[in-house]
């Protein structure tokens, strides 16, 4: 597995500065394999805050219209309620839609425009890192991959460690 990862800066249509970030994972056909098999590419390497204020708003809302009661008998309540679960579900849809990169999108290759070079950034730092921890993932996943593997094996005779069967069942810590 080798990893490219480019940073540009361009201009907008109004002469606003914007700085490009692109990061692709160039995989074997084994490693994608495992990735998939062990479906690490859906793991979710970054996504946009506001994703959880559009869940909270859309919880709010929801409790919103659920304090009004299971059966409403006035019509003003019956609009309260609509509109109450109308929010909740626009706020759930954007939070759907609100930006995030997972391991599938690094391997197809994904780029980032931001404005802020502060949130650019930010970014840049969580995707090399989270190349680091996907390289570390395939490695684990590798050795599970091939035939069954002793991590403990019993010694000799005159070995005076506890056997296996003999250790504690309850961990303390």
Not at 53 to 62: I, P
Not at 78 to 86: D, K, L, N, P, R
Not at 99 to 116: A, E, K, M, P, Y
Request: hydrophobic fraction near 40%.
């Amino acid at each position: 597995m080798y990893s490219h990862i480019a940073r540009t800066e361009t201009r907008s249509f109004l002469g606003f500065r914007r700085y490009c970030l692109t990061a692709k994972l160039h995989l074997t056909a084994q490693e994608l394999q495992l990735i998939e098999r062990h479906r690490l590419n859906r793991i979710e390497i970054f996504y946009d805050p506001i994703r959880d204020e559009l869940n909270a708003d859309a919880e709010q809302a929801h409790e919103r219209a659920k304090a009004r009661g299971l059966f409403v008998t006035k019509a003003r309540d019956a609009g309260a309620v609509c509109i109450a679960e109308i929010h909740a579900l626009v706020s759930t849809i954007r939070a759907l839609r609100a930006f995030n990169i997972t391991v599938r999108d690094l391997v197809r290759g994904v780029t980032i425009t931001n404005s802020s070079l502060q949130a650019i950034g930010e970014i840049e730092q969580i995707l090399t890192d989270c190349i680091d921890h996907i390289d570390r993932w395939l490695q684990t996943a590798r050795r599970y991959a091939d035939e069954t593997e002793d991590i403990f094996a019993p010694g000799t005779g005159d070995d005076i460690t506890v056997p296996p069967n003999q250790w504690p069942r309850i961990w303390m810590r």
